[in-house]
């Protein structure tokens, strides 16, 4: 007796087998993870305008200290903030600030920190990890 597979069953097959790697490819997502050391380097360009330290106050723009979970455009006694910051109302988180990094004046128009855009992923997820070492 010969055993004819059923054709419904092969065809669900075929399709599984073809749709999976399709499907794994389309929803896998690449995690970029930054490196605390490998961050001073970006930020040498940040250092410019902004300190990390919290002892050492404001420069040109506001410290950096704690950023993670302020408001943007309100950390105490810095006065030069920009209006569209100063209305932007949203929370600094690293995704928020991944965003900036990559162009500020798209992410917000009408900024006024002048910042060269960081197009690189990983010197950015670097950047944002030397950052969160700086929180209470």
């Not at 060269?116 to 700086?134: G, H, M, N, S, T």
Request: aromatic residues 12%; negative net charge; charged residues 20%.
């Amino acid at each position: 007796m010969k055993i004819v597979p059923n054709a419904l069953g092969v065809l669900l097959a075929a399709v599984s087998f073809l749709a999976f790697p399709v499907m794994a490819e389309t929803t896998s997502e690449t995690e970029i993870v930054g490196d605390a050391a490998q961050g001073r380097l970006p930020f040498f360009g940040c250092q410019t305008c902004h300190y990390p330290h919290k002892e050492m106050g404001h420069n040109t723009g506001p410290n950096l200290y704690g950023i993670f979970g302020r408001e943007a455009g309100s950390y105490e006694d810095f006065t030069y903030y920009s209006d569209a910051l100063k209305q932007a109302n949203f929370v600094w988180t690293p995704e928020i600030l991944d965003l900036w990094l990559q162009d500020p004046t798209k992410m917000l128009p009408g900024t006024i920190m002048m910042a060269v855009p960081i197009k690189d992923a990983q010197k950015r997820a670097d950047l944002i990890e030397y950052l969160k070492q700086f929180q209470d």
